[in-house]
């Protein structure tokens, strides 16, 4: 591999431009602390209508390592794949938008691709509630719901390898890092997955740290690189909940991959005579005890089923997809 330099933080965004500045002079500060040429902040601009250009070649009056690139195509994914196209380094640093840095986050990733030989990692993303979160957005036990919603990865400090947990598998795009030889090798991000504007099916950097497992790549969480990810009121609402569900249940289906028509009708059948049961069950339970973080648990994965009933039959049927990943 003939790359130029040494790591890209790849950055995609959209319609962000007041979260930009902040970010964008931290993550300068870093780069230029570490004294080296090698490194480069490759920021993708996908096709925002706010000041989201002018705050970017603002910020990167004084510094040679900042470029801008105009993604009009709207989608995560295709933001990401075209990032990974043309970034010249060796690894790519895939931090969110809206993310707060921890000081030495830069420091700790240059770090850990110096003392170990993994080629995929993922580091801590710790929420920071805009709000006290209510009672039915329980993290821990049986009725615990997932950290992928708010976004979070809080696995501890542990450094250990994937998965972590049989909840905890993977990584999240909002602070991993990887060599693009596994890229060149395994292919980029599934562009029918992935988060379009303010919408869109969740989990295209799952989908992708999945495919490196099951292809014996190993992953290493890496819990000193931290970054901190806003939770904001309507993140924590039962609505955007709910959806997320839905929609998860979307993308769990879609980046199966599995191809085994008997194997998808026995999985169908499970969730409709079994699973539906089951959550229904747990929710009048809820229902019954007065207790919303049952009967909310309940409701929540009640939905996601029909997430997945419902791409199961979009596939049997061949419907086409209105948009990318919808």
Request: a positive charge; proline letters at 5%; aromatic letters at 14%.
């Amino acid at each position: 591999m003939n790359n130029a330099r040494y790591l890209t933080i790849l950055l995609c965004t959209y319609n962000r431009a007041k979260l930009l500045k902040p970010l964008l002079s931290e993550l300068i500060k870093q780069v230029k602390a570490q004294a080296r040429n090698d490194l480069e902040i490759l920021l993708i601009d996908n096709n925002s209508n706010d000041e989201t250009k002018e705050t970017v070649l603002e910020q990167g009056k004084n510094c040679d390592f900042l470029i801008y690139e105009f993604e009009p195509r709207q989608g995560l994914a295709i933001s990401r794949n075209k990032g990974l196209k043309l970034a010249s380094s060796k690894i790519i640093a895939f931090i969110d938008d809206d993310i707060v840095l921890e000081q030495n986050w830069l420091n700790e990733i240059l770090t850990s691709t110096a003392k170990y030989p993994y080629k995929a990692f993922g580091g801590r993303v710790v929420p920071l509630w805009e709000k006290e979160k209510p009672d039915y957005i329980n993290l821990i036990g049986f009725f615990s719901l997932s950290q992928k919603i708010f976004p979070a990865h809080d696995n501890g400090k542990a450094e250990s390898l994937y998965p972590l947990s049989k909840e905890e598998t993977n990584p999240i795009g909002a602070n991993m890092w990887i060599y693009k030889e596994l890229f060149e090798k395994h292919g980029g991000f599934r562009e029918d997955l992935g988060r379009v504007g303010y919408g869109g099916i969740p989990c295209e950097d799952t989908e992708f740290c999945s495919r490196l497992l099951r292809a014996n790549e190993k992953i290493f969480y890496y819990p000193n690189a931290v970054v901190y990810h806003p939770v904001s009121t309507y993140r924590m609402s039962k609505e955007f909940i709910k959806s997320w569900h839905y929609r998860n249940g979307i993308s769990t289906v879609r980046k199966g991959g599995r191809g085994l028509p008997l194997l998808d009708f026995v999985r169908f059948t499970v969730r409709l005579l079994i699973l539906i049961p089951y959550y229904f069950g747990f929710f009048l339970f809820g229902v019954l005890l007065f207790n919303d973080k049952i009967s909310l648990w309940g409701q929540f994965k009640l939905i996601r089923v029909l997430g997945q009933l419902r791409e199961f039959l979009r596939l049997w049927f061949k419907i086409p997809l209105k948009d990318p990943t919808f």
